[in-house]
Structures are given as C-alpha cells and as structure tokens.
C-alpha cells in the first residue's frame, strides 16, 4: 500500500458528541428524534418532550471525552479523523448576526488535539445536523435563503480554523435525499400536504447541490490550499440473473447514487441526472447564475460510505436490509443482525466503478458493521466478527489499489469509538473498536473500553495492511 494512505475514522457529532445544550450549542434536528429499537422507525418531535430519551443529547459524550479518544485513536495509529461540525454549535439558531465562540472554541480544541498525535481531521460540513430553528423558520432545504446561510457558516469555520483543517467535505449522503425515507434527516424538510413531495425534494437536492459548489468557490478563496470532496452513500448492486432486464433495473437503481456525484465532479446535470429527472417527474426552479456555480464549484476528491450490497431483478426476494436502502436478498453472502449483506468484494467493486466513472482520487469515508458486543465475565470483548469484516475489506480495498489501479488515498472506519446508530437511535448496533458502556436507554457510566479488534486494527495500520 501507498505508504501515505490515511487509516482512520469516522463519526458524525449528533451520533458522538453529546453537550446537545453545552457551549452555547443550539438545537439541531437530531435533538427532537427519539431513539427506536431495531427495525423501528425514529420518533421526530416538534420540541423536546418532558421524561423522553432523545439519543443525540448525550450520544456517546465525545464533547468531554475528546482527549481520552483522540488519545485512543492515536494508539490505534490513525492518520486521519473524519468528524463533522455541528452548525448549530457556530451558529445556534444557524441565522444568528454572531457565530458561538464557545463553539467555535471546542473545535478548535479539538483540532489542536488531533495535531498533537499528527492526525488529519477531516471535517463534514454538513451530516444531518440541520440546526432546528432553520426548519421551523425557513421550511429547511426547501427554502433557498439556506443556500447563503450555509455559504455563511462555512466561511466563518474555513477562516477560523485554516491553518488546521484542509480536508473538507460538504454534505453527508447527500443522495440520501433521493433514498431515505424522508427527506427529514438530510433536508430538514417534513412535507407539507399541499405541495408536490417530487418537486420539493429535486428542489432541495438543486439548493444543496448549489450550496456545495458556493462553498467550496468562497473556500477556495480563503484558502487555496484547501481539499473539498463530497459524499455520497454508495449502493453496490448486482443483477439478480443475466435477464438483461434485471441488468437494466441496476443502471436505474444506481440513477439517484450517482445523480449528485455527476454534477459535483463534472459540474453540470449529466444525462443520468435528467434521466431521473425524467423518471421521477421532477421539477425544479434553476435561477441565473446556479449553472455556472455548479460548473466552477466542483470536487477535488470524491468519498463514499460502503457497508453491503445488495441485489436488484424482477424476481428478488426484498428482504434485505442496507444502509438507507433495501433491496433484494443475495444466497451467497452472509447479513448482519441488522440484515445488511456483508461483501467485502463489494467494496473493490464499488472503487473500480466509482473510479471508472470519475477518474478523481477517492476516500472511502464509511466502512464498518454493526454487532451486539458482548462483555465477556473476565472483562474481554472477542469481537473476531468485526475483526473478520475489517481484514477482508481492507483486503479488497488493497486489491482495488494494487491490482486495479484505483486511486483511492484513505480509508475511515464507521464509529471506531461506539456511537448511537443514525437509522434507530440505538446504542446496542455498535460498530466501534472501543466499546462505550452506555446502553438503548442512553443509561451507563460512558467508560471506554479497548476490543479485541483495536489492537488489530492498530496492527493493520502499523504494517500498512501489507500482512492481511
Ligand atoms: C450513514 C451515515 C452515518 C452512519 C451510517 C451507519 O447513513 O452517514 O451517520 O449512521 O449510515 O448507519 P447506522 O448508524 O444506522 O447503523
């Protein structure tokens, strides 16, 4: 492997953070969201309720934890740290005429922790984490005074902290607009009964997409030296049989997956984008001057999540579950406890078609599984599943790189700290090499404690993953 290749991780702050009030913080979406046992869905709440337990409050508490973890993640040899900042801690109502310093202040502690263990942050502008106050006073991401508002955040953390961050990223899965559910998590939107849900979604997506671009144009101008990429959530996707009807179900499955990436790296709507466009019926206003935003605003390098694969036909049996999607059962791999397939040969597939299409350096910015650890009498965690997952896909990651000739500079494990789970609130899905003792009901004493797959990925990293 590169002998630069950046190991790490990666969180998100309303799944780690905690300090939800703390510093000055403002509310953001996630305060309102119950947590939800598996396979339910999340509870959104207009307020906080009285006696509920709201997950991201005090997640996994990295807020007063950040010098023990970066200190684990330095043992474990990262080079990289991917986090988000919440932008309801730099501006808590996300309009305020001032930014938080206390906000502000906790950043860029951290940063300076990281650069004690010589550990690159790279830093999510935007991962879910829509402050509260702009739903309720501007309709979210339908509105398009968000636009400048996010511009304006942004500009206030590149000035503040660039001379310590060069890696950024701007929205998190920004397709999940297109996939999830609702358009809640990524958009900040709860659709109204008297407006198009189609229209308002490729709306959101346009301000998003502009939004993007203008950040990484006012970026480039503060500092030159900056590294932006975006993010998307990967679906890698198989044909059920060689019916070339199943084959064609994939390419349309994929239409939504590679909708953002096409405009952020070539910088205009490609054939794929109007083909969805087309498909979903969906309309959007495009003011003068967005074109050659998007066309200017484009990405230095492209990162994706990656966790499973799944299958796509006419005849597929659709009990599988995935990463904001769901799809078609595949008899040759094993499922999670949370039905997600696991295939590491996925991962070298994905970087060879992500790559083919983009020729830009890739980041795989979400890789890992969720599994219910269990603490053993004599204290150990023997996590040999997680370690197994690990070791394979690092495999196929390696292989991408040696043998396809991908040009892929990182890799960030999901959550290699316990974290709660984005889709159900839920502290049992742990994902971390670290296990963190708080429970579902946000209960525990945070205390961390080493599994057996940290001292492996630390082995991983030390021998650049040349003995897997
Ligand atoms: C992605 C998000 C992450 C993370 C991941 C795992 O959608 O970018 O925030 O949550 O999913 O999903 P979960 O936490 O539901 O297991």
Request: hydrophobic share 35%; with cysteine.
């Amino acid at each position: 492997m590169r002998t630069d290749f950046l190991w790490g991780g990666a969180t998100a702050a309303n799944q780690y953070e905690g300090g939800y009030l703390e510093g000055g913080r403002g509310l953001s979406i996630n305060d309102v969201e119950m947590g939800a046992s598996h396979g339910k869905k999340r509870e959104i709440h207009e307020t906080i309720h009285a006696n509920t337990y709201y997950p991201s409050h005090n997640a996994t508490d990295f807020y007063h934890h950040y010098k023990e973890d970066i200190a684990l993640m330095a043992e474990m040899g990262f080079k990289v740290y991917r986090m988000s900042i919440a932008w309801s801690r730099i501006y808590p109502n996300g309009d305020d005429a001032t930014p938080n310093e206390e906000g502000l202040k906790f950043y860029d502690q951290v940063f300076d922790e990281l650069r004690r263990y010589q550990i690159e942050p790279m830093v999510t502008l935007h991962h879910f984490e829509l402050p509260l106050a702009l739903v309720k006073n501007y309709g979210g991401w339908r509105n398009r005074k968000l636009i400048d508002l996010s511009v304006r955040y942004a500009k206030t953390v590149f000035d503040y902290y660039k001379d310590k961050v060069t890696y950024w990223m701007t929205f998190n899965e920004i397709n999940s607009i297109f996939i999830a559910k609702t358009p809640w998590h990524q958009a900040g939107i709860v659709y109204r009964d008297d407006e198009n849900r189609v229209d308002v979604m490729f709306q959101a997506a346009h301000y998003q997409l502009v939004a993007s671009a203008k950040t990484i144009i006012e970026g480039r101008k503060i500092n030159p030296n900056f590294k932006f990429g975006n993010m998307i959530l990967y679906n890698c996707c198989y044909a059920f049989s060689c019916h070339p009807v199943d084959q064609m179900m994939v390419h349309d499955n994929l239409l939504p997956i590679y909708y953002f990436s096409d405009v952020q790296v070539r910088g205009y709507y490609t054939n794929t984008c109007q083909a969805y466009q087309k498909k979903m019926n969906g309309h959007f206003e495009i003011e003068d001057g967005d074109l050659e935003i998007l066309k200017e605003g484009t990405i230095d390098y492209l990162s994706f999540s990656y966790y499973s694969s799944l299958v796509e036909g006419q005849n597929v049996d659709r009990s599988a579950d995935g990463n904001l999607l769901d799809g078609g059962r595949n008899p040759y791999l094993e499922a999670t406890a949370w039905g997600w397939q696991i295939d590491p040969m996925g991962l070298r597939i994905s970087l060879n078609l992500l790559y083919d299409r983009y020729q830009i350096p890739l980041f795989v910015s979400e890789n890992g599984m969720g599994a219910i650890d269990v603490i053993e009498e004599d204290g150990t965690i023997n996590d040999d599943y997680r370690i197994d997952y690990l070791k394979k896909h690092a495999k196929a990651l390696k292989d991408a790189i040696e043998i396809d000739f991908v040009d892929c500079f990182g890799y960030a494990w999901w959550g290699p700290l316990d974290i709660v789970s984005a889709g159900t609130g839920e502290m049992r899905k742990r994902y971390g090499f670290v296990y963190i003792d708080v429970d579902d009901e946000g209960q525990g004493s945070f205390r961390r404690m080493k599994k057996k797959s940290f001292d492996y990925y630390r082995y991983l990293i030390a021998t650049n993953a040349e003995e897997l």
